[in-house]
Structures are given as C-alpha cells and as structure tokens.
C-alpha cells in the first residue's frame, strides 16, 4: 500500500482524496493546519488520517515528506519549491497544482539527475478541467451521443 502526502486541505482536496480512497492501495495522510477540515474530507476511512501541520515548520514538513511514497501538494505555489526541494532530498515524487514558477524550473536538473518526478500543473487549469471534460465526453460516447 503506498502511503500518499497530501498538503493542503482546500477544495480540491476532497475529490482527490475520494478517487484514491476508492479506486487506489493507498494510504492518506492529509496534511493540513486546519485538521478539522481534513477529518471532514477523510471522513474516518481506515485508510486515512489527518495530520496538522504548519508548512512554514521546516522541520515538520520534512517529516512529513520523508515519510511518505508520494507527495501531492495542494498549497499556493510559494511552498511548492521548498516542498520540491525535500521531495528530491529524499526521492520522492510531487504532484502539484500550479504552473511551473522559474524557481521550480531551475530544479530540474537535480531532480533528473536524481531520478525524482516533479509533476506540476495538474491543477484546475491545465489538469482537472481537462479531465473533468475526458470525462463528459466519455459518458456522451457511452450514451451513444
């Protein structure tokens, strides 16, 4: 079972949350500073838990990240980079939601060179949108539209 980071707890963390709790062997920590709001979305599942967790705490954020097989961040992009930077440290993919910022296209090379995926703009706008029209036109081709 692969144990997934998940920071943030904004509003596009519940649908990810619901689709890997339902179609993936994953386990969710949802890390967030308002733990109310991710044991809202976690909805006591067995596979999940809420974790509060400042991102301006370096050393909880490392933690955090260390421990984990993926990290998805959902925070504004300020943190993306910082976040980037452990996700290399210790081999571990990101996933985030923003635009790729100069700061994170300068990481590049060391995260090529040390076999570590950073994923970026699988937000709203270039990702979840397109996915969310995949998916519309596949239920028209279902219906035979």
Not at 97 to 110: A, G, N, R, W
């Amino acid at each position: 079972m692969k144990k997934v980071l998940i920071l943030g707890a904004g509003m596009v963390a519940k649908p990810i949350v619901d689709y890997l709790l339902s179609n993936a062997d994953a386990f969710i920590v949802m890390a967030t500073r308002t733990v109310e709001k991710a044991d809202k979305i976690l909805q006591n599942r067995s596979n999940s838990k809420a974790l509060k967790l400042l991102v301006d705490n370096d050393r909880e954020l490392e933690t955090a990240i260390s421990e984990g097989d993926i990290v998805v961040s959902l925070l504004p992009y300020r943190y993306h980079v910082k976040t980037a930077k452990y996700c290399i440290k210790y081999k571990i993919p990101l996933v985030t939601t923003s635009y790729v910022s100069k700061e994170m296209q300068e990481l590049d090379k060391v995260a090529s060179e040390a076999g570590v995926l950073l994923l970026n703009e699988i937000g709203l706008d270039p990702g979840i949108d397109h996915m969310s029209a995949m998916r519309i036109i596949h239920e028209v081709a279902r219906r035979k539209g």
